[in-house]
């Protein structure tokens, strides 16, 4: 909550001990107070996915050129991971939820690297 936020809470809520308003207007201001302040952390994080990327590499191992190199919004991330799981069936063995808790946290760089040995692939993921 913010200093503002808490300020005007505060403000709403000695209206109402003053007699100035209800405790019903005091309620009904406290629950608007309340979902602007969701709708504006909504604004900001959705703000803050669209301006960061997840890339995705898959390096062939013997001759170190990409063989697959895709970027998503990280607003995306959540589709592309079930996109991904139908054609890698080991990301289902992988922890989608430490993931994003990885993300919502603001984590950066390279955050997996997995090698394929059998088939002679890298798979490095970042996020920028």
């Known amino acids: 909550m913010s200093v503002s936020a808490k300020q005007e809470r505060a403000q709403i809520l000695g209206m109402v001990s003053e007699g100035k308003i209800s405790a019903e207007e005091g309620a009904r201001l406290l629950a608007a107070l309340k979902s602007s302040e969701k709708a504006s952390l909504s604004t900001r994080t959705s703000d803050a996915l669209r301006s960061r990327w997840l890339r995705v590499r898959v390096i ?3 001759t170190g050129k990409p063989k697959v190199n895709v970027n998503l919004p990280l607003g995306l991330v959540g589709v592309g991971l079930k996109l991904g799981a139908q054609f890698a ?3 289902a063995e992988f922890d989608i939820e ?3 808790t990885a993300i919502d946290e603001g984590a950066q760089g390279k955050i997996i690297e997995v090698e394929d040995e ?8 970042f996020i920028e």
């Open 118 to 125: 059998e088939d002679g692939e890298r798979v490095e993921v």
């Open 98 to 100: 430490e993931l994003m």
């Open 60 to 62: 062939n191992m013997a």
């Open 89 to 91: 069936p080991e990301l």
